[in-house]
């Protein structure tokens, strides 16, 4: 994680392959959908949401019907 493959937050909220740590590859992208699913998904459980992120997140919880019994799963 962050040597072959990270987010690129500027271009797009996919992973993207890396030519070196934390540098992304300018126009590259992984060429199986299912791949870059699996490495976003472990890019944002290793490096977190930044605070504009968590904020989007609150943002659709409140529109929700129930946004407590969603928040409530959202802790599990």
Do not use: H
Request: hydrophobic share 35%; aromatic share 14%.
């Amino acid at each position: 994680w962050r040597i072959d493959y990270g987010l690129d937050p500027q271009r797009t909220m996919l992973a993207v392959p890396y030519r070196a740590k934390d540098v992304p590859s300018s126009r590259a992208e992984f060429g199986y959908p299912d791949i870059a699913i699996v490495l976003t998904c472990l890019s944002y459980y290793y490096g977190g949401l930044d605070e504009k992120q968590v904020a989007v997140c609150f943002s659709q919880l409140l529109k929700q019907n129930n946004p407590a019994l969603e928040y409530e799963t959202w802790i599990e």
